[in-house]
């Protein structure tokens, strides 16, 4: 029996469906109140739209597997999926990736995760709805253990699966763990997930996040970093939007620029997905983090240019052309 190559990276995550709908733009309209930013569509009538499509096999953890695979590294999978179509085609999309399927489990009495994306200019709104499936840890053989965890959204019906990927990873300190909090991860707190925060050798979130998630002030990212390595961390990235992203491996601490985009985004979905795991799978082939910080924007950048989460995700060989062709502007510099 041929022996099975060692992961470079397990992703783990839930899976989702996207269907994208995107609205005319003269059909629509945002306002802004006391309560924040908001999307105003008539209601009670029928709204004529651009497009729609439907994209199975997304969510942060997918997104993730996609991107690392297509960089060249040896990537798995570990999801759960229903037993219905939706569910079927997040598997053959993950084989046409080259993404390891093995660890993707089909609950055939549950269906697949989906949300509804309404995409108006280059913004989404996100409609979600989680199932609730039975989340169980898998078994790894010693030489098949994977050299990292990337770890991102699982819905809130997952609250003990945490504990028992905690229990794996304080035993097996031999593999590193990313981290990308997702929505009820963020919420859950620090202290309910302070065995995972304490194994966490990168933790990647935008800066309203790492301000939620930790209590600190917007304004102060010298402090949202000191927060966030006090729980374990040794690497921090925290993204700002069109300002770029700050990093800290615990010595020194960087801002990076956007890379430049070439034309207007198309919309935003994915991005930060991109940006995590390119980051993520930049430092797993043996690069520091002021290299990872060059890498990441690059497919962020190109995810934008494309419709939906995934379609712009480059190769490596492309990833080194745009690197190449950077504007001398484009490194980090001491923060």
Request: glycine share 8%.
């Amino acid at each position: 029996m041929t022996k099975a190559k060692q992961l470079d990276v397990l992703c783990v995550g839930d899976t989702v469906t996207d269907i994208f709908i995107k609205l005319r733009d003269d059909q629509a309209h945002t306002y802004a109140n006391e309560q924040g930013e908001w999307l105003a569509i008539p209601f009670g009538g029928k709204i004529p739209y651009e497009t729609s499509e439907i994209m199975p096999g997304h969510g942060n953890a997918a997104n993730a597997a996609v991107s690392m695979s297509r960089l060249g590294l040896s990537v798995a999978y570990h999801t759960y999926v229903g037993g219905d179509e939706l569910g079927r085609q997040t598997i053959r999309l993950m084989q046409k990736e080259g993404v390891d399927d093995r660890f993707v489990h089909i609950q055939s009495e549950k269906v697949t995760n989906t949300n509804f994306l309404i995409n108006f200019k280059a913004e989404r709104t996100i409609l979600v709805k989680h199932e609730d499936f039975e989340y169980d840890w898998p078994h790894f053989r010693a030489s098949e253990l994977p050299k990292w965890i990337y770890f991102s959204s699982l819905s809130e019906h997952a609250e003990g699966y945490h504990d028992q990927i905690a229990d794996w990873l304080e035993a097996h300190s031999e593999v590193k763990l990313a981290f990308q909090p997702g929505t009820w991860q963020m919420k859950a707190g620090v202290d309910r997930l302070a065995r995972i925060y304490a194994r966490t050798e990168v933790v990647i979130m935008n800066r309203e996040e790492a301000a939620l998630v930790t209590g600190g002030s917007e304004s102060n990212v010298h402090d949202l970093m000191n927060r966030l390595h006090s729980y374990g961390p040794k690497m921090v990235v925290i993204t700002d939007g069109p300002d770029g992203a700050y990093a800290s491996d615990g010595q020194k601490r960087f801002k990076m620029p956007l890379y430049p985009d070439p034309a207007p985004p198309v919309e935003r979905t994915g991005a930060g997905d991109a940006y995590a795991s390119t980051m993520v799978a930049a430092l797993a082939v043996g690069n520091n983090l002021e290299a990872a910080l060059q890498w990441a924007p690059i497919n962020s950048m190109s995810v934008v240019q494309h419709p939906g989460s995934q379609a712009g995700l480059l190769s490596e060989p492309e990833l080194e052309k745009w690197l190449a062709k950077a504007p001398e502007w484009y490194h980090s510099t001491d923060f």
